[in-house]
């Protein structure tokens, strides 16, 4: 990593709490909770991490949280992360982390909340990291399993800042969560999505005109359509893009093909974030890294990335 990039105060806003988990930790775990695992060890895991698509990602994603159980492990995952970011000078999170992953495997709502909210205070007092959470809903699942998840949340509604939409995007559009969205709105909560990741542009219209969203995910497919592009840009609507993550899933086929910097010198506000870094190789630090290294992004250019994570923030 490069000393300069590695100084530079940033935050990250697109980051997935259970794509955190390392296959050294998530042995670790396997092990104190006696579960048995599909992989010899954790280089025949990291060897299984190669990827045509997000679903072949997420099957893995999934296959990996099963380890997560107790809220100990809930709080040295988050914790672990959040040493990273002490690393890399990341000086504010804002972590999504997703409750029906471990609900549906019985696993209550608050052994979750609990574990990961008592690792963010302590980051804030220990390492002096700000954060704030974002509940994310799972869009394979159906509407009224979201509603469920919200409902479950309430009596937590202080430790979230806002409501988020992941997992498989193509057939599953924002529009299949748009009263969920708006009851969350009437709760208080601001709304962000993942969209134009692999779905089309539409999906980017969609998660701005029908949820509301503060700020896209992903949102790389926008540059296909030109009026959405001025709309981006007009509104300064934040982009948390994820750079690795976008070669490892092959929405790009090469980091050199990635669109980040010609959006950025476009006007568009776009962010620099990992995504989910134990499975993708690298932390945001490792995304700057990687840019500097393929894209020829300039200091400035950093500087204007970094800058424009602390101004997208939401806590
Ligand atoms: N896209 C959608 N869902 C996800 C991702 C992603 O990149 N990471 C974890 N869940
Ligand atoms: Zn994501």
């Known amino acids: 990593m490069y000393e300069w990039l590695n100084a530079l105060p940033k935050a990250e806003l697109h980051l997935h709490l259970e794509g955190s988990l390392e296959p050294e930790l998530l042995f670790a775990l396997a092990e104190r909770n006696k579960i048995a695992l599909p992989w010899t060890d954790v280089e025949a895991l990291r060897s299984a991490y190669a990827f045509n698509n997000l679903q072949e990602f997420l099957d893995l994603y999934y296959q990996g949280a099963n380890v997560l159980r107790t809220e100990q492990d809930f709080y040295d995952l988050t914790w672990a992360y959040l040493l990273r970011c002490k690393a890399q000078n990341v000086i504010h999170t804002e972590p999504f982390f997703d409750p029906q992953t471990h609900t549906d495997r019985g696993i209550p709502f608050e052994v979750v909340v609990n574990g990961i909210q008592q690792a963010l205070t302590d980051g804030q007092e220990k390492l002096g990291i700000s954060y704030g959470l974002i509940l994310s809903f799972l869009r394979h699942l159906s509407e009224e399993q979201a509603f469920v998840t919200l409902d479950q949340a309430r009596p937590f509604r202080d430790a979230f800042i806002a409501v988020g939409l992941d997992s498989s995007e193509m057939g599953h559009p924002p529009s299949k969560f748009q009263r969920v969205f708006d009851k969350a709105r009437s709760e208080g909560y601001l709304t962000v999505a993942h969209a134009g990741e692999e779905g089309p542009p539409e999906y980017i219209w969609q998660a701005l005109d029908l949820l509301k969203i503060e700020r896209i ?34 929405v790009f086929d090469d980091m050199r093909q990635h669109n980040i910097l010609e959006m950025l010198e476009r006007g568009v506000k776009v962010t620099v974030n990992s995504d989910d870094p134990a499975y993708f ?14 894209l020829g992004m300039t200091e400035s250019q950093a500087r204007k990335l970094a800058q424009n994570s602390l101004d997208a923030r939401l806590a």
Not at 237 to 247: D, E, K, Q, R, Y
Not at 284 to 291: H, K, P, Q, R, S
């Open 281 to 294: 190789g690298g932390y945001v630090g490792e995304n700057f890294a990687a840019l500097y290294d393929s």
């Open 217 to 250: 995910d992903h949102g790389v497919r926008a540059i296909e359509d030109e009026r959405l592009m001025q709309r981006i840009i007009d509104e300064q609507i934040p982009l948390t893009v994820c750079p690795l993550s976008n070669t490892k899933l092959c």
